[in-house]
């Protein structure tokens, strides 16, 4: 909205405060426009928005306090809706209807800190008109319950009972994605639009649940680490559309999935590429998961560290294919370095994941799962540790590995 008004009106709000309607404006502009958002085309709710509050201005003395002045442009915002929708029916056009979409979603958390986004609205379709809207205002607009009873024209009381037992039935229709707790949905509510929603996404949600429910807790058990954040899980519809969203638009057909900061973002199990299989995307999220978990211990632990423990939990990669793939380096004594497992480039794809896989399965066998929690968290101290300097360990790494071959 233009601020280039001049003097913009005041009135008194509530509490008998003088406040400007560039007060108003910026306190209720974003819950307006979400309105707008979910009940219109997203792309129009900017401008729809302006249209809301220049309206209000242009008409701030019909305004009599006799409800919250939220509540007064709700119903501008309302009439807004209506008009969209009478034009939009004589252009033969259908309304945006956010219950159709995985925009709409909602954010289960379960052991405490992994967050995965799930389409609500098959759900939401279950509820009565008005249930909808009520849940809508409260989650999707943030209104409170007094602002909601003066909106719907129902008492406070009714509107309180109305919404606990829509989210009771809500809970009840997500009860097939296992016992995961529900939180405070209003502290979860996510706006993401990756791919739309149907029932074979619905599996994978599952799947995906399943997987890392069975592995979370028992990591940060076995790291001696309680995650600082949470993590959220965004899921893309293909590989080109995955690796186009991560900027690597030529990447190799195994780069399925990435983190950044808290987010991990992987392809769909159900378009996984040439080289993966529905079963090794899920697998490769736990392995992205202990990867961040250990990014978490510590920022500057090595690549092949934090490769070697996600290839060691998600125990994507039998022993076959470590075996054929590994082995003419092993015997012509070209095992890479510790350097060179730091790769960071496509290469790494050659054999990177399996030799970091190695030496992580070596360090546990040889000297214990304590001794690697000492070295995520203090990568440089080789003497300390192992009592080897690392040209010493990597040596002895790679006799251990050339016997195991005979």
């Known amino acids: 909205m233009s601020r280039a008004h001049g003097k913009l009106p005041g009135y008194p709000d509530n509490q008998g405060t003088k406040r400007t309607f560039e007060d108003t404006y910026d306190e209720y502009r974003p819950r307006i426009r979400q309105y707008l958002a979910l009940k219109l085309n997203p792309t129009a709710a900017d401008d729809l928005t302006q249209q809301v509050f220049l309206k209000a201005m242009e ?7 006799t409800s919250s002045l939220f509540t007064w442009i709700f119903k501008i915002a309302q009439n807004t809706v209506k008009n969209e929708y009478r034009s939009l029916a004589r252009k033969n056009e259908k309304p945006y209807d956010f219950t159709r979409f995985e925009s709409q979603s909602i954010s289960l958390d379960f052991a405490g800190y992994v967050d995965i986004r799930i389409d609500i609205g ?3 379709k279950k509820l009565s008109e008005r249930d909808q809207q009520i849940i809508s205002l409260r989650f999707f607009v943030d209104c ?5 009873s003066q909106i719907v024209g129902m ?3 009714a509107v309180k009972n109305r919404l606990y ?6 809970k009840k229709e997500l009860r097939e994605w296992g016992d995961i707790t529900i939180m405070s949905i209003l502290d979860l509510i996510s706006i993401e639009s990756k791919s739309e929603a149907n029932h074979h996404q619905n599996k994978v949600h599952q799947d995906l649940f399943q997987e890392l429910k069975n592995n979370v807790e028992q990591m940060a058990a076995k790291y001696n680490h ?12 293909d590989l080109p559309t995955f690796h186009q969203a991560v900027g690597e638009s030529d990447a190799p057909n195994w780069f399925m999935g990435t983190f950044d900061n808290c987010t991990l973002k992987i392809v769909s199990p159900l378009n996984p590429g040439p080289e993966h299989t529905y079963h090794s995307i899920l697998r490769s999220t736990l392995h992205l998961y202990a990867m961040w978990l250990i990014s978490d211990i510590n920022p500057l632990a090595p690549r092949w560290i934090r490769q070697g423990i996600g290839g060691y939990e998600a125990q994507q990669m039998s022993e076959d294919f470590i075996r054929s793939t590994t082995t003419e380096a092993i015997l012509s004594r070209a095992i890479p370095s510790f350097e060179d497992l730091n790769d960071d480039s496509w290469d790494f794809g050659k054999t990177g994941f399996q030799f970091s896989y190695l030496i992580v399965a070596f360090m546990i066998e040889k000297y214990g799962l304590d001794s690697l929690n000492q070295f995520i968290r203090n990568p440089d101290d080789y003497y300390g540790i192992f009592h080897l300097s690392k040209e010493d360990l990597h040596e ?3 006799k251990n590995l050339q016997h195991q071959l005979h």
């Open 59 to 65: 008409n701030l003395d019909k305004f009599n306090g």
């Open 122 to 124: 098959a759900a939401l």
């Open 144 to 148: 409170t319950l007094q602002e909601i």
């Open 155 to 157: 008492r406070e009381s």
């Open 165 to 170: 037992r829509s989210l009771a039935k809500l």
């Open 226 to 237: 309680q995650p600082s954040r949470k993590i959220v899980i965004e899921i893309y519809p």
């Open 396 to 398: 002895q790494w790679a």
